[in-house]
């Protein structure tokens, strides 16, 4: 039988790998595909999808009501797969209102409306085959003590007002199956990194910072660990968690590929140095600057569950996956000019 998707967010980074993950998998789903076009979106991410017929774009926001209660009658989704985001923490940080209304009111109304179309009130039944899967942040946690890393029942403890957004957010979708047994998924990832993401984002920016020869900002002393999972890693976990997750559960997804700031810094300049053979692509492009608010030193967390009970795991290295990335945006110069260029709305 043919699924069919509501995908928010799907002309953003995560957003648009996942929807080209997805038809390259599967021949009988249509995607809709519902995004706002802020700043962070780009149309050019789906270029190479356009005329596909199992992809329909639809330009709106998570916030309207009517607008999503019109797709639900239109569309009679089977998943409902939550992209949508505003996630710079820097722009939280000026900005929290803005986060607040995409991320906890956007993800409110996603589930208000999804209730709507899937429950049957009088009966307390929900219709076969439905699930809502939100994709969410290791943010949420906090700094882990130690070398301990977080398992999916470990409390939240945000440190800015993205993460803060997010963990709020997080909460409304477990509350959803607490009160009405609603069938969801919520996951959690680490930093994600691969073709498609913004400039603004940590790789894609050192890569764009050195092609030009301008300073390769590092926050601090650019010593925080992070983990790094592939885009398209993380597309194929969720898509197992959409298929074969019990509903109402949590999961962690990692790529086990934790490295500081610095290093992953170092280790694109070192590629990029030998790739365009230029001498002048070297660590005298690093500029540290001063340490951004609300910045965590660590983040980690437990993929042991994902990895047990649905059998994923990340399946290329790091050092692989980040000379591969670094080739894409090189041979994409256009998209990664037009994408640091675009209005930041």
Request: hydrophobic share 40%; charged share 25%.
């Amino acid at each position: 039988m043919k699924k069919t998707y509501l995908i928010t967010g799907g002309a953003g980074f995560i957003g648009s790998n996942f929807i080209r993950y997805m038809l390259k998998t599967y021949k009988n789903i249509l995607l809709v595909n519902l995004y706002k076009l802020t700043y962070a979106g780009n149309l050019g991410n789906l270029k190479n999808i356009k005329d596909d017929d199992r992809h329909i774009f639809v330009q709106g926001y998570i916030c309207d009501n009517k607008f999503l209660a019109s797709l639900f009658r239109q569309y009679d989704f089977d998943y409902v797969i939550n992209f949508a985001a505003e996630t710079n923490v820097v722009r939280s940080i000026a900005e929290p209102i803005v986060f607040v209304q995409t991320n906890v009111v956007g993800t409110l109304s996603l589930l208000m409306q999804a209730k709507a179309a899937w429950y049957n009130s009088e009966i307390k039944i929900w219709q076969d085959g439905k699930k809502y899967i939100q994709i969410f942040t290791d943010e949420v946690y906090g700094v882990p003590e130690g070398e301990d890393a977080f398992t999916e029942d470990m409390p939240f403890v945000p440190h800015n007002p993205y993460s803060g957004s997010k963990a709020s957010a997080d909460r409304f979708v477990k509350a959803f199956y607490d009160t009405y047994d609603m069938p969801i998924n919520i996951t959690r990832c680490s930093n994600n990194y691969g073709p498609y993401q913004s400039p603004e984002k940590l790789i894609p920016l050192i890569i764009n910072n050195a092609v030009q020869h301008r300073p390769l900002p590092v926050y601090g002393d650019g010593l925080q660990v992070r983990d790094w999972l592939y885009v398209e890693d993380h597309c194929r976990a969720i898509d197992m968690v959409a298929y074969k997750g019990e509903t109402g559960e949590v999961y962690n997804i990692v790529g086990s590929n934790k490295c500081r700031n610095i290093s992953v810094i170092r280790a694109i300049i070192d590629k990029m140095h030998i790739k365009l053979q230029d001498d002048s692509i070297n660590e005298s492009l690093i500029n540290y600057v001063g340490d951004r608010l609300g910045q965590d030193r660590r983040y980690a967390i437990d993929s042991a569950k994902i990895e047990n009970e649905l059998g994923w795991y990340p399946e290329i290295t790091f050092e692989k996956w980040i000379a591969m990335t670094m080739d894409w945006y090189l041979e994409n110069l256009k998209w990664l000019n037009d994408a640091s260029h675009r209005k930041l709305t």
